[in-house]
């Protein structure tokens, strides 16, 4: 016992001396920053001069496959989406194989193939490595396009373009690329429907056979096989392939605004607006500055506790959410700040924002702001070498872009350097809001005047969903036209209000295909204002009903009533003769301004509904015709755009119909064609009875 309590009494006065010499009242310091190995990864050249970068890993069977070609982008010009098309023909047939046989061969080892213009990624099962291999390298090597194929790419392609003409993200994105780079630029100049129908499969093709090329070109294997094997088959498969010249580029170097800009996109229906504060910058990847503006863009809005967040979102709940990028490119970089808002708010968050970068400009950042992100930095660092795929990347990264060797290695030790002068330095390196563009996506009537006071000569500019500068309101109409006379004129062009007036009941049977199924759609009004539709999809079928006074829904045997802003928006779809008595129902119209659509110029008109749904209607300047109709849509998901674009009209009984409908519903695309339209048959009142 005598013992123990000896050795008790020595361990309590040693563990006091220990807590004598430490002051707890400070935090401790924190050791030296680790080294990092990168190991476990090959890297060599094949003769042809591709570079193949290998990683083991036997945790899965399973290997990855990375064909990359780094060759400076393209300058598109005219013909824009064909550099994207030329990727998505990757893939479709072969000199060896056709689009079926690769699809085959792919699904019966349980791999995954996907193509874009820069190359290839493949996986599979690591004992089918020498399959996947020969798939790849064919792909690669000996593509084949076809006409068909790139019909359907086109269409694809198409169809993607006219769901984020309605997305609001997509066309700040647009807009965002066109101003910071430039339009004549790889990265800012604009995809649209006009620059898709002018590529010609030739495009494509030269675009491969001029780029595809070993010499530029980067193959990664990454999981359950050893170097050895891996370049065993690299040479097998890739080693026949031919080098050849491959062109390089110059572009115009983008250049910030000599003072803040403000730029607008309407969306007359949007309830918020899409915010972004961004300008170009000088960052290429190998720069000594990328770690510190790294650390500088946590401290911005790279995570939930940056400053811009915590300000927009936390302080002043202007947003669910406040993010920024500092973007290092070897052509031209970028700092955005981004967010969401009520239109309501949208001044002042963006006021909120300016001031929050101007005080980082000036001031700095805090030492517990440093210090917090360092050890954010540095432990989502550690913890990405645990995935073979960041390996991968590194040692890419250090090839692309020339990159000293140890930049990996150091990576902790660097960041651990960062000084707080440094960051100061930094700060007002890249911070520039006054040299920025201030780009907003929103309701222009409720946000564009109070924005002119962020723009130093007080002006705010707008632009379409494709970054092109038009002129706002109606500064650039023809003098004296208003919204009356234009709905005028499109009663004229479809055969007069006389005419119009004869109708008494009209019957539409169109057919279209929505997510690859076929359905056919029934639509039969009376006037005044009864409606009955059907739609048949086979094993799915639909029933609207309004019988002038009611409505109701009948789907999966269950019948619902409709009430509220949908059944004003019912009533009014089953008027055939709205349009003629706008003024009569309490139809609001205001002539917003000329826009582009489809190509052609067109007279947008701003329709307030008597219940207070705004719709846009679009009438074309040269025939006087409606081409587009935009209506916000209510569902539980939220409230979105429906775009619908008329064409191909034709008479009927002295009465022009679009007989094309192409409908957009947020990402869903549905392309209607109307096999009959029959006027004044005699449609019975016991159809629209609701039973």
Not at 158 to 187: E, M, Q
Not at 347 to 358: C, N
Not at 592 to 601: Q, R, T
Not at 646 to 655: A, F, I, Q
Request: one cysteine or more; charged letters at 25%; hydrophobic letters at 35%.
């Amino acid at each position: 016992m005598r013992l123990k309590s000896l050795l008790l009494l020595i361990l309590v006065t040693a563990f006091a001396a220990v807590n004598a010499q430490v002051d707890r009242s400070k935090m401790p310091k924190p050791g030296p920053a680790p080294a990092i190995k990168l190991s476990g990864y090959k890297l060599t050249t094949l003769k042809n001069g591709l570079k193949v970068i290998v990683v083991e890993n036997h945790r899965v069977p399973e290997i990855s496959l990375r064909l990359l070609i780094d060759a400076d982008p393209v300058l598109e010009g005219k013909n824009a989406g064909y550099v994207q098309l030329a990727g998505d023909l990757l893939g479709t047939g072969t000199k060896k194989r056709t689009k079926d046989e690769i699809n085959e061969e792919v699904d019966f080892i349980g791999a995954s193939l996907n193509t874009s213009s820069d190359g290839v990624f493949a996986s599979a099962m690591s004992k089918y490595a020498d399959k996947i291999m020969d798939i790849v390298s064919d792909v690669v090597m000996n593509a084949k396009f076809n006409k068909d194929e790139l019909e359907k790419a086109r269409k694809r392609l198409l169809s993607s373009l006219a769901a984020g003409k309605d997305d609001p993200n997509v066309i700040a994105s647009n807009v965002t690329n066109a101003l910071v780079y430039g339009k004549n630029h790889p990265y800012g100049e604009q995809v649209t429907e006009e620059t898709v129908k002018n590529v010609k499969l030739e495009m494509c093709e030269n675009y491969y056979k001029t780029y595809f090329k070993p010499n530029v070109a980067y193959l990664v294997i990454v999981g359950d096989i050893t170097p050895a094997k891996a370049i065993k088959l690299a040479k097998k498969y890739f080693g026949s392939w031919q080098k050849g010249a491959v062109p390089k580029h110059k572009y115009n170097q983008p250049e910030q605004p000599i003072i803040t800009k403000v730029a607008f996109v309407d969306r007359p229906n949007a309830v918020q607006s899409v915010v972004h504060i961004c300008y170009p910058i000088n960052l290429p990847k190998n720069s000594k500055d990328v770690i510190p503006a790294r650390i500088l863009n946590y401290i911005v809005g790279g995570n939930f506790t940056s400053r811009i967040n915590l300000n927009l979102r936390e302080a002043h709940g202007y947003t669910y959410g406040a993010h920024s990028t500092i973007v290092s490119d070897p052509l031209v970089g970028k700092f955005d700040v981004s967010w969401e808002g009520r239109n309501s708010v949208t001044d002042s968050s963006i006021a909120q924002a300016l001031k929050e970068l101007k005080k980082l400009r000036t001031g700095g950042v805090k030492e517990e702001e440093l210090t917090s992100t360092k050890k954010y930095i540095m432990g989502s660092f550690a913890r990405s070498l645990e995935s073979p795929q960041t390996v991968a990347n590194f040692v890419l990264n250090i090839e692309r872009y020339n990159l000293p060797k140890d930049y990996y290695k150091n990576y902790l030790k660097n960041v651990d350097k960062v000084t707080l002068d440094e960051m100061k330095n930094i700060a007002r390196k890249y911070v520039k809001p006054n040299n920025a563009y201030i780009v907003v996506v929103g309701n222009a009537d409720e946000v564009a005047k109070k924005l002119k006071k962020f723009s130093l000569s007080g002006k705010v500019d707008f632009y379409d969903v494709y970054g092109n500068k038009v002129i706002p309101g109606a500064k650039n109409l023809p003098k004296g036209l208003t919204a009356k006379k234009v709905i005028e004129n499109y009663i004229k062009a479809i055969g007069g209000r006389a005419n119009m007036e004869k109708i008494h009941d009209k019957t539409t049977i169109m057919k279209g295909n929505i997510r690859g199924m076929n359905f056919t759609f029934k639509l039969y009004q009376k006037a005044p204002n009864k409606l009955y539709q059907f739609m048949d999809a086979g094993a799915f079928q639909t029933k609207t009903i309004f019988d002038g006074k009611k409505g109701v829904t009948y789907m999966m045997g269950q019948k619902r009533e409709i009430k509220g802003d949908r059944l004003n928006s019912l009533k009014m779809q089953a008027d055939i003769h709205a349009i003629l008595n706008y003024d009569k129902i309490g139809v609001k119209t205001k002539l917003a301004g000329i826009e582009k659509v489809n190509g052609e110029d067109a007279y947008k008109v701003y329709l307030t509904m008597p219940w207070g749904d705004k719709y846009t209607q679009y009438f074309s300047k040269k025939t006087g015709l409606m081409v587009r109709q935009v209506i916000p849509v209510t569902t539980p998901q939220g409230t979105f755009n429906q775009t619908t674009d008329l064409s191909d009209y034709r008479e009927v009984k002295g009465v022009k119909f679009a007989f094309k409908v192409k409908q957009q519903s947020g990402p869903q695309s549905i392309e209607l064609t109307i096999d009959k339209i029959l006027v004044n048959t005699g449609v019975p009142d016991s159809l629209f009875e609701i039973k």
